[in-house]
């Protein structure tokens, strides 16, 4: 008894609702469009759109736009064609090649030796749930301190605020 009003799937519609749902869609975006017109053309007015009408059409300024327009469509097909050319010379040199590979996972060993620290230390940081970690210049571990996450320090809590 209780059928929705809205149907949820168009694809059950006949081909002549569809039609009539697109065609009063298309009519109704229209009359959107035109009842925003007043407003649009109160905003172009006060920004000096009517003295861009008066260059353009009046003065006929549109012309040298037009001689322009073949220069602008010789530059994009040339900027094309270059582009098109690389892209098809980079398909035929690297086709049959896959250079992409997988890094190989590291294993704890090798990060604790990157890092410089013991193989113990590297365990109870990977177990630690917040950790404070601090780097020399040349980026090995200094020091790092477990950290409570229910205990912020005060100097931490007012970079964490917006």
């Not at 604790?112 to 940081?125: D, G, H, P, R, S």
């Not at 210049?137 to 912020?152: K, L, Y």
Request: hydrophobic share 50%.
């Amino acid at each position: 008894m209780n059928k929705p009003l809205v149907i949820d799937s168009p694809s059950l519609q006949s081909l002549r609702q569809r039609y009539l749902s697109a065609t009063f869609t298309f009519v109704f975006w229209v009359i959107w469009i035109l009842l925003w017109t007043p407003l649009i053309t109160l905003i172009g007015w006060l920004f000096g759109l009517d003295l861009v009408y008066i260059e353009m059409i009046k003065l006929e300024g549109y012309k040298g736009v037009i001689a322009d327009f073949g220069l602008f469509l010789i530059c994009i097909t040339v900027i094309g064609s270059i582009l098109g050319i690389w892209a098809a010379y980079n398909f035929y040199r690297f086709k049959d090649l896959e250079r992409r590979a997988a890094i190989e996972p590291v294993n704890n060993r090798q990060l604790a030796a990157f890092f410089k620290i013991e193989l113990q230390t590297l365990t109870k940081q990977q177990k630690a749930q917040c950790l404070s970690v601090s780097f020399d210049n040349q980026g090995h571990i200094i020091v790092s301190r477990q950290i409570d996450p229910a205990i912020q320090p005060a100097d931490d809590l007012q970079h964490s605020t917006p």
